[in-house]
């Protein structure tokens, strides 16, 4: 599976990236990247796009982030840059712009894997 690789990937280009298996609940996360979070949950990641800090959440920190974003109406954020929203909808991943009810979402990629390959590639 991808994820092990991305986890190889991301602390090659930080040291200080920190992933470890989950055994809580994941109730939350889409069936689709529930082996992401329960395999390799990003303990404390960020990893640098075009200049950016992406910093990934922690599965223990899910709902809290729900709950910020709420107002976008995503079916699940997780992860975060500069306070703007990184989310999955419809399978996609999506960001907007943090605090903007009506802000236009911009697609990052296809899918989940594909955002993940993105950072670091």
């Known amino acids: 599976m991808y994820y092990k690789d991305f986890v190889v990937k991301a602390t090659a280009l930080d040291g200080l990236n920190y992933f470890e298996p989950f055994y809580g609940n994941l109730d ?14 990003p303990v404390d990641v960020e990893l640098g796009a075009n200049g950016v800090g992406i910093r990934l959440c922690p599965a223990d920190k899910l709902q809290e982030l729900q709950s910020e974003y709420k107002y976008i109406n995503a079916l699940f954020v997780f992860a ?16 907007c712009v ?9 697609k990052k990629a296809e899918s989940f894997v594909d955002y993940l390959k993105s950072l670091v590639d």
């Open 28 to 41: 939350i996360v889409p069936d689709d990247i529930k082996p992401f979070y329960r395999d390799c949950n």
């Open 80 to 95: 975060t840059c500069n306070g703007d929203p990184i989310f999955i909808n419809d399978g996609c991943v999506y960001t």
């Open 98 to 106: 943090h605090g903007t009810p009506d802000s236009q979402h911009e």
